[in-house]
């Protein structure tokens, strides 16, 4: 089944204590891309990669980093996460630009 | 700043109206336009996309497409209560690296 995974899905942490979120599709696709969802302000691009080593910076990307080692996989990693990164975070992968983004299950993330 | 505007709602329709949920958006050089269903606490997933000007309808869902009036809109028809949920209009950036989405709208639909 084509699809893309996330884990973990459900993470409560302490403020300071790096996390990683991992995301894992399998269609090889080329393009991935990190979403975090609030109330009030809709879905917003984080990061976001074109291909294997090849990542930018979306719209939020204060507090976050990223790697493409493999085509495959695009961990989100929060290295010392704070209370206002409490979301609810999505990865999306589509074959290319502007093509249908496929979204993961979500990992919803609080901060204490 | 490129946005996507959505009327919020609730929209209320009965069961087998026809709902119409409606979108602009800012950049003119975008692309590439979808519509996605979000159920409460689960991920957003794809209705239609469309690229081109006019319509193009998939089941009892239709898609509309104006670049000059930079509007996009869902007609759903024959709405069923399990069509309620929240509609997100995402339109591609101009570089196709990101999608902007709306806030949604959210459809309830009564049986």
């Known amino acids: 089944e084509a699809q893309v995974t996330q884990n973990p899905r459900y993470l409560i942490t302490v403020t300071g204590k790096k996390l990683t979120v991992t995301c894992s599709q399998n269609?090889?696709?080329?393009?991935m891309s990190w979403y975090r969802q609030d109330p009030g302000l809709g879905l917003r691009q984080i990061y976001y990669s074109m291909n294997v080593e090849v990542t930018d910076k979306g719209d939020v990307p204060e507090g976050y980093k990223v790697s493409r080692k493999e085509k495959r996989n695009f961990p989100l990693i929060l290295e010392s996460p704070s209370p206002n990164q409490t979301s609810l975070y999505f990865c999306a992968s589509s074959s290319g630009r502007g093509d249908t983004q496929y979204f993961g299950p979500g990992t919803r993330l609080t901060v204490l | 700043q490129k946005e996507v505007e959505q009327n919020s709602g609730p929209l209320s329709v009965p069961e087998g109206a026809i709902a119409s949920l409606n979108c602009t958006y800012s950049?003119?050089?975008?692309?590439?336009f979808f519509w996605y269903r979000q159920y409460s606490g689960k991920s957003p997933e794809l209705i239609m996309f469309i690229y081109s000007n006019g319509d193009k309808e998939d089941g009892r869902f239709t898609a509309q497409l104006n670049k000059a009036s930079q509007y996009v809109s869902l007609l759903i028809r024959d709405s069923q209560p399990s069509d309620s949920a929240t509609y997100l209009c995402?339109?591609?950036?101009?570089?196709?690296?990101?999608?902007?989405f709306g806030k949604g709208t959210t459809l309830s639909v009564s049986s």
């Open positions: 950049d003119r050089g975008s692309q590439s």
């Open positions: 995402a339109v591609s950036n101009q570089a196709g690296t990101a999608l902007i």
């Open positions: 269609m090889n696709h080329e393009y």
